[in-house]
């Protein structure tokens, strides 16, 4: 399926469909753009707090979109964004596969517009016998005389199309969709992209000793892998890598301390933290960031069967650790302590590890925000919290307090794999940062991650959050 592509044009044609977007108290501005009986119609229903219009012409359709000043430019640009989306109804509607933005207002809403409206635009089709009788085409979003430079607008077309292999890639069914199957869509993502993959087999995996990988894997049919990607451009900004570490569990049954029905129905998308990070690698490494990157993927499914792991069991994990596995279930930070584990060989500058690790990361805080907590430098985690004002993948900071462990500690091994029932995502993080010895800072995705329905441009099913809020965190991070 072809995606939505952001151009540019010097001035629209008489049979372009036109998008004005103007500023609700500078209505003069719009003059020049409209008919007289046009301007005259806005302005009376302006005065009654209109802000959507519509004017059919000849040849093309003008749509109009007043927008009230805000003090606050990252709430601004959100409402940019999500106006952009609310066009796609219309656009659909009369069947526009092109549209050209005039912008009346500062020179950044043309983007944020544009960018709402292709990520709202986006629709996983592969598995409907006739997609294209389900298909709502919409091919061009043109940016009319703008002065955004030609490499703003082909970095956000590179971020669109990493966010929308980040969906695809959760969206994909678990029957299409096994380790295996991940492994190779991180190698094809490494070779469309430009990043390398390296992929640790089972021997490999064994050989390392990731007892969290393999305890996780062991009622499966399917082997247990490992990606490594990379991105080491000439000249990289940071002599330490940057690791990116993504729970990639393509199905979590719960194992056998099976989840009920309703709860495992979604679970395809515990692999949304691997996907976020293919996706971030995949958009630095088009975009040539000046970075050095590492991106782990432990990847296995959680089932049982008639090998699966136990409650119960006591498992060595890669760093020698214990673990007693009370919870067949919390499986994420097992596979992540593996790969965090590994990370330590990088000598790494900062760990991100991002996760659909927790079901009360869902319950504390819904599906608009990512729960995050870790031990980097206050400075880097106000960066990353920026950073998700500017995308609008907000973050909130949990603490992880000493105390929090203590639910941790096992009668019979070092550390067991469940806290108590309260503040289960932070007794998770507390799990992960026993096995990191360098800044690292963990984001519970579960919430944003999927959604039942869609929110705005955030389309139903994988929303690839991770990947505009990782990019635009390492783009900053690359020029300080
Ligand atoms: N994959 C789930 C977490 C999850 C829940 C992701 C909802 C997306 C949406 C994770 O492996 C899990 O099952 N966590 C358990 C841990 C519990 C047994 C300690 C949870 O949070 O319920
Ligand atoms: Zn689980
Ligand atoms: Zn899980």
């Known amino acids: 399926m072809k995606r939505v592509q952001l151009t540019t044009v010097q001035s629209a044609g008489t049979s372009d469909n036109l998008v004005v977007l103007a500023d609700k108290d500078k209505l003069d501005a719009l003059d020049a753009h409209l008919a007289p009986h046009e301007s005259a119609f806005l302005r009376r229903a302006a005065t009654l707090d209109v802000s959507n219009f519509f004017f059919p012409r000849a040849e093309s359709v003008v749509f109009v979109r007043l927008f009230k000043p805000d003090r606050d430019a990252a709430v601004a640009r959100e409402e940019v964004r999500l106006a952009g989306n609310d066009l796609l109804r219309e656009v659909r509607q009369y069947k526009l596969d092109s549209v050209t933005i005039r912008n009346l207002c500062q020179q950044d809403f043309s983007l944020s517009f544009a960018e709402g409206m292709a990520l709202g635009s986006y629709q996983f089709l592969k598995y409907f016998s006739k997609p294209s009788k389900k298909e709502k085409i919409l091919r061009e979003i043109r940016l009319e005389n703008t002065a955004i ?202 760990v991100l590890d991002l996760a659909t690790l927790t079901g009360s990361a869902v319950k504390a805080l819904g599906t608009q925000v990512i729960c995050y907590m870790g031990t980097a430098p206050e400075h880097v985690k106000k960066q990353l919290e920026n950073s998700g004002f500017a995308t609008y993948e907000r973050l909130v900071e949990l603490p992880l307090w000493k105390e929090f462990g203590d639910d941790l500690k096992s009668n019979i091994a070092d550390l067991k794999n469940l806290g108590s029932s309260n503040a289960g995502m932070i007794t998770a993080g507390k799990f992960l940062e026993h096995f990191t010895k360098f800044p690292w800072l963990h984001l519970d995705i579960a919430g944003p991650a999927y959604l039942r329905a869609a929110n705005g441009y955030r389309t139903k099913e994988g929303t690839g959050v991770g990947v505009r809020l990782l990019f635009d965190f390492l783009k900053k991070h690359a020029t300080i």
Not at 161 to 173: G, K, S, T
Not at 219 to 227: D, H, L
Not at 234 to 250: D, F, Q, S, Y
Not at 333 to 343: E, K, M, V
């Open 149 to 350: 430079p030609d490499a703003d607008i082909r970095e956000t077309n590179t971020v669109l199309e990493a966010v929308f292999l980040a969906r695809d890639l959760v969206n994909e069914p678990h029957s299409h969709l096994n380790a295996v199957h991940l492994a190779e869509a991180v190698v094809a993502a490494g070779e469309t992209f430009g990043f390398s993959v390296d992929v640790l087999g089972k021997e490999k995996i064994e050989a390392l000793k990731m007892g969290g990988l393999l305890a996780v894997n062991q009622a499966s049919t399917v082997p247990p892998q490992f990606c490594v990607l990379e991105w080491k451009p000439e000249g990289a900004r940071n002599t330490k890598p940057i690791v990116l570490v993504g729970k990639g569990v393509v199905y979590d049954t719960g194992g056998l301390s099976l989840k009920p029905s309703d709860g495992m129905a979604y679970m395809k998308c515990d692999m949304a933290g691997a996907a976020a990070v293919v996706g971030t690698l995949a958009a630095a490494a088009k975009t040539g960031m000046p970075l050095h990157l590492i991106g782990l993927i432990p990847a296995t499914d959680n089932k049982i069967g008639e090998r699966a792991l136990s409650p119960g069991d006591v498992i060595t994990m890669g760093s020698g650790t214990t673990v007693e596995v009370v919870n067949t279930d919390a499986e994420g930070r097992l596979i992540l302590a593996d790969a965090l584990h590994f990370a330590q060989k990088y000598d790494p500058e900062l």
